[in-house]
């Protein structure tokens, strides 16, 4: 099966790229499954009720997350009560909504996803590799088809978690820098891995936002407002194909596609 998962998608013209691209890369591609990261899709930080449920439209199976999602306090009660929209499953007993499901994608075949927030120059939360492999072993009694948003700055803790879960998930991809690696592979027990599949919006900006403002707060070190660049949007992602039986992946390739390239 294949399976198709988006990058972080930033703002009004993310969301217009993933209504104008994805059917077409679906179409193309024969996806099975779609997985985008949605916690920058209302202006750049956050996600509402109503931004989450056009994503859905727009033909994505699920969307994680990550620090962001609290952003938009109207987002609590979807997390209580949609399944498809979930936040870091690492936030400690307590937090709003859920981090992992199994879902059943085109032809009934089950696949799991977790969501997990990294440790390093972000927030304390609790452990991303405990909580992960608790989290695996649970999924691996329905299906062996998981894949892992890990959602983190550092380069060195995503390239950790692979190692650790090597053949025990599909495919674990980076969500958080906005910024495509170019290092996917499948490590050596069968786990596809990229550290971080990119950013759905503007790349003409910094990672989203207006250059000049990110230049303004840089040289002068006072509070300036960030507001969504425009130019040049594009698709960032990947590509997943994963054995049914086995869970094992067997193929990963990025996705680029620019809005009306």
């Not at 077409?24 to 989450?52: L, Q, R, W, Y």
């Not at 492999?133 to 999924?139: D, G, Q």
């Not at 590509?239 to 039986?245: P, S």
Request: aromatic share 6%; net charge neutral.
């Amino acid at each position: 099966m294949k399976i198709l998962f988006l990058g972080d998608i930033v703002g009004s013209p993310g969301r217009k790229a993933v209504k104008e691209l994805v059917p077409a890369i679906k179409k193309k591609e024969k996806i099975d499954f779609v997985i985008g990261n949605g916690e920058n899709a209302a202006g750049g930080s956050g996600v509402t009720p109503d931004i989450a449920k056009e994503l859905f439209s727009y033909g994505l199976d699920v969307i994680t997350s990550g620090d962001h999602i609290w952003k938009k306090k109207e987002i609590v009660e979807m997390l209580d009560g949609e399944d498809r929209l979930l936040r870091p499953a690492n936030y400690p007993a307590g937090a709003h909504g859920k981090g992992w499901g199994v879902y059943s994608a085109k032809g009934g075949t089950k696949v799991g996803v977790i969501n997990l927030v990294g440790r390093v120059f972000m927030e304390c939360v609790d452990c991303p590799f405990k909580v992960g492999r608790e989290l695996v072993e649970k999924i691996r009694k329905d299906t062996p088809i998981i894949l892992i948003d890990m959602h983190a700055e550092a380069t060195s803790e995503k390239i950790a978690l692979v190692w650790y879960l090597d053949g025990e998930v599909s495919a674990i991809l980076g969500t958080h820098t906005h910024v495509q690696t170019a290092d996917e592979r499948i490590y050596p027990k069968g786990t596809a891995f990229l550290t971080d599949l990119g950013m759905v919006g503007p790349h003409d900006s910094v990672i989203g936002r207006k250059a000049e403002q990110i230049l303004t707060r840089f040289i002068t070190g006072l509070p300036t407002r960030f507001e969504m660049a425009e130019e040049n949007v594009q698709l960032n992602g990947a590509i997943i194909t994963v054995d049914e039986k086995t869970g094992r992946a067997l193929e990963i390739k990025r996705v680029n596609e620019k809005l009306g390239g």
